[in-house]
């Protein structure tokens, strides 16, 4: 079973590896009765204060197991590798490599590897409804004018 790996930490930072793309697939999750193979959750391993995030590897014809739904949580899926299906409230729409699909806490979802090779996609989980006009990307960034030490 593969293991997250700290890399580096400071005061204002943590840094981890869980390994190449294609090494996901040695990742175990328990979660009570059930082991998932091929699913890491990372955020608690950087320190992470406003979301979650997790890996995953389906392999060719596995799904994820059972529909879910969340009390408060909103979710972006985005596809890093291979192809499949994903379901939300009963709608299938294809997805691949580059596909980005954000569900609402209360969208019933799941995901199914239809491809001949491994789908791995990255989730990330945070809270629905919090960002607003002020929290533009474009405006909270502060370029600082301090050279770059490499």
């Known amino acids: 079973m593969r293991k997250i790996e700290t890399i580096a930490t ?3 930072y ?3 590896s869980v390994g190449k793309v294609c ?3 040695e990742h175990e999750l328990p979660m009570g009765p059930v ?3 091929g699913k890491v959750f990372a955020g608690q391993a950087v320190g992470a204060t406003g979301s979650e995030f997790s890996f995953q590897t389906l392999v060719p014809g596995q799904d994820s197991g059972f529909l879910h739904t969340h009390k408060t949580h909103e979710e ?3 596809i890093l590798k291979g ?3 994903y379901q939300v409230d009963g709608e299938i729409f ?3 490599e580059g596909t980005i699909v954000r569900v609402a806490p ?3 979802r799941a995901l199914k590897n239809t491809g001949s090779e491994n789908l791995t996609m990255l989730c990330i989980q945070y809270k629905a409804n919090v960002f607003g006009e002020a929290d533009n990307p474009m405006t909270d960034g502060v370029i600082l004018q301090e050279p770059l030490k490499w």
């Open 10 to 12: 400071g005061k204002n």
């Open 76 to 78: 972006l899926y985005i």
């Open 23 to 25: 090494e996901i697939i």
């Open 83 to 85: 192809e499949g299906q």
């Open 14 to 16: 943590t840094a981890v």
């Open 94 to 96: 294809p997805v691949g």
């Open 106 to 108: 209360e969208g019933k």
């Open 35 to 37: 082991t998932i193979q």
